[in-house]
């Protein structure tokens, strides 16, 4: 089966960094786009950067100059470096596998999924 186990959650203070990391298991990862998505408290779940095969990447407007997605195909992992966080930036963060390679692999979900890490920026 399709694993995929994020890591790199944490509590940190606005203005500061995180790294997220997710490593999948039981798929051609390569051959696969990633993405990060969201869910703040009391929110929707929402989209937050996706990467290609070709490591072409997306970003959500909140995250453009701030977030930054990337893939070590070598070990089967997608990270989202964080940078300058902001309170709102709090939430449950999940990793997911697209169905296709390309751009809407990497925007649109697909059906699998990590259990999620949590942030927390305080003020």
């Known amino acids: 089966q399709v694993q995929l186990v994020e890591s790199g959650g944490g509590l940190v203070q606005a203005g500061g960094s995180l790294r997220l990391s997710c490593v999948v298991s039981?798929?051609?990862?390569?051959?696969?786009?990633l993405a990060w998505y969201r869910q703040p408290p009391g929110k929707q779940r929402e989209w937050v950067a996706g990467i290609t095969e070709g490591a072409t990447t997306y970003y959500s407007d909140f995250a453009v100059d701030r977030f930054t997605i990337s893939r070590d195909d070598a070990k089967n992992t997608v990270v989202l470096q964080m940078n300058h966080l902001k309170p709102e930036d709090t939430a449950v963060y999940y990793c997911?596998?697209?169905?296709?390679?390309?751009?809407?692999?990497?925007?649109?979900?697909?059906?699998?999924w990590g259990q999620g890490t949590q942030v927390t920026v305080s003020s």
């Open positions: 039981g798929s051609i990862f390569s051959l696969r786009a």
């Open positions: 997911n596998l697209g169905s296709s390679g390309s751009y809407w692999g990497a925007r649109r979900p697909g059906p699998s």
